[in-house]
């Protein structure tokens, strides 16, 4: 039996012991560069999926956990964001968009948002009163499926050139449709072209023609491959019949400015980026020479964002330079290079995706297949030989089923070869029987979730109900097949914003409030991983970046609301309100 000395001094004990156990809990850390402090951080890490507060040191986040545990390693120097409460979550990665592109839109015509084609020819005469004379008037944006009233005349829902050239008559103009995928031309540029009612189709592609045989002006796939290209790219570009006339106007920027032209360009993208909470980037297809650039800016420290590049370049060129283009991790992580892009069909709005059958509202065409079946399967022997992952454009389920079937060669004609992770971009359109290809082959499904959204109110009237419902932006169906989705927002063809590709996502809901088969939405876990951790892993960056883990890097986006939890309604009044990359903050609201 102890005494009552004998029980004070094991108290003592016991104290001093709980004393020296708390002082090792809260020992000072090396200082830590950053600290988020009072928040809610979804981490997106299985392991650890919620903390308050977390230390970066350099551009890698230390540590993650409560205020008590990372507050060890605040010292005077260290930079302090008290959260306040609100949401941080591993930087948003846009998966699929064009980088150049997103920066050339802002120096063009915005007609994303007109409301009939009225309202194009008054930008476009607007624009032409501050020409010069003979100066290219470019624009994009434009998709006739959103205007509020029909051209009058038009085929198939689109305009004649007509009131198009009374407003420039010596200006000639290129504007561009949203998709990328079509193109409208006034009499000016098709003079300049050369097109006439003589001009045949070319092979992937199709002037449009009233009843007389006459081009309208509008030109489908490669019959116009110009505003989905950089402006840096047109000289090296070929295919497109309005390629040509364009070459004279841009030699002479390419003279006076290009290298200047060209770096404003990325940093307009890059600035896009950073408002919107991105941090990392997937460009779907550049040039050589573009990627000359990112390596030059990367190397000076001048690329602020990540970027993941698809080489776009003909095979033969493939074939010779390819292998000197595999980049990784290069300025710090921001730049990596190793994934070929090729396009196998156009897109569902402009009539232009490759159908097994024919489209519900033009029964006459199935779309397009863009680039031979063996031309892809040659780029895709190339990826292989080097090392490189390949994406393809597939929006149609033709597409879709001739890309799957592709791989799967490849596969079996490589089976040593393994991880691959080779993607169809967008795989909006799938035959029943060719969804469970994905999870089975090792597919990504590189998905935007705007697109439903933006796509749905004419989805059923291209394909019709059934089709619609079996194959149309089938997530849930496509991840029990055990894909991957990794989601984007194809920019400049959407918006870039996160958010609003987050809510359409969760919530799959139209403009007229009805909601786009409900049953394949994502939860807000899912949608969160698929713009974060599933999109690193599509560039096989999971070890890096995608979630908030303490040695990964410290890409983190604050939110002004919990997006996780709030309703579906306010999710869109969400704002951006701090985008950190590598531990710096690059942009502030």
């Not at 030699?251 to 990325?266: D, G, L, N, S």
């Not at 990794?486 to 919530?507: K, L, M, Q, R, S």
């Not at 970046?545 to 306010?570: F, N, Y």
């Amino acid at each position: 039996m102890f005494n009552s000395q004998s029980s004070k001094l094991l108290f003592r004990v016991l104290i001093v012991s709980v004393i020296i156990s708390f002082s090792g809990c809260v020992q000072k850390k090396e200082p830590a560069d950053l600290v988020l402090k009072n928040g809610k951080i979804v981490t997106v890490d299985e392991a650890k999926p919620e903390a308050q507060s977390l230390a970066v040191r350099g551009d890698k986040i230390v540590a993650v956990g409560s205020n008590r545990q990372i507050k060890p390693y605040i010292d005077q120097a260290t930079k302090v964001i008290d959260l306040e409460g609100k949401l941080a979550i591993p930087g948003f990665i846009d998966a699929h968009g064009h980088f150049t592109s997103l920066g050339e839109s802002k120096l063009r015509l915005d007609l994303m948002k007109v409301k009939n084609w009225d309202e194009i020819v008054a930008m476009v005469e607007g624009a032409v009163k501050k020409a010069k004379p003979g100066e290219w008037i470019l624009g994009r944006g434009w998709h006739q499926e959103k205007w509020d009233k029909k051209p009058v005349p038009n085929v198939d829902g689109l305009p004649s050139h007509d009131s198009l050239s009374k407003v420039s008559p010596d200006n000639p103009v290129l504007l561009s449709h949203a998709s990328g995928h079509a193109s409208f031309a006034n009499a000016k540029a098709m003079e300049l072209a050369g097109i006439t009612r003589r001009t045949q189709n070319p092979p992937g592609g199709e002037i449009v023609r009233d009843s007389k045989g006459n081009p309208i002006g509008a030109f489908r796939e490669t019959a116009q491959r110009l505003l989905s290209i950089p402006i840096s790219t047109f000289r090296e570009t070929a295919g497109g019949l309005l390629h040509k006339p364009m070459t004279p106007y841009l030699e002479e920027q390419i003279a006076e400015a290009m290298e200047a032209e060209k770096r404003k360009v990325i940093e307009l993208a890059v600035q896009e980026c950073l408002s919107k909470g991105v941090t990392s980037f997937h460009d779907a297809g550049s040039s050589l020479e573009t990627i000359d650039l990112f390596k030059e800016l990367a190397q000076e420290g001048e690329l602020r964002v990540r970027l993941y590049v698809m080489v776009r370049d003909s095979n033969e060129n493939l074939r010779e330079r390819l292998a000197e283009y595999k980049i990784i991790g290069l300025g710090e992580n921001h730049l990596t290079v190793r994934a070929i892009k090729r396009t196998l069909d156009g897109a569902l709005g402009s009539h232009g995706a490759w159908l097994l059958e024919p489209y519900e509202d033009l029964p006459s065409s199935v779309g397009l297949n863009t680039s031979p079946i063996e031309e892809i399967t040659e780029a895709a022997q190339i990826a292989i030989e080097n090392g490189f992952q390949i994406c393809i454009h597939a929006i149609g389920d033709r597409a879709n089923r001739e890309t799957l079937d592709i791989f799967e060669e490849a596969f079996k004609a490589h089976p040593d070869k393994l991880d691959l992770r080779w993607r169809i971009e967008h795989s909006q359109h799938l035959h029943p029987v060719d969804i469970p290809r994905f999870g089975q082959l090792g597919v990504i499904a590189s998905m935007q979730g705007i697109h439903c959204t933006s796509d749905g109110p004419w989805v059923i009237k291209r394909l019709g109900e059934k089709r619609a419902e079996e194959g149309a932006y089938v997530w849930q169906k496509l991840m029990k097949s055990g894909a991957i989705i990794c989601n984007g927002t194809d920019v400049p063809v959407e918006n870039i914003d996160p958010i609003a590709c987050f809510y359409a996502t969760v919530t799959r809901k139209l403009k007229d409030g009805t909601v786009f088969y409900s049953d394949q939405r994502m939860s807000r876990e899912e949608a969160l991983r698929s713009y974060t951790l599933d999109c690193a892993y599509a560039a096989f960056e999971e070890d890096i970046k995608g979630s908030l883990t303490p040695g990964k890097l410290a890409d983190i986006t604050i939110l002004s609301q919990d997006i996780m939890t709030i309703p579906d309604d306010e999710i869109l009044k969400t704002e951006v309100l701090y985008t950190i990359v590598g531990g710096k903050v690059m942009y502030q609201k």
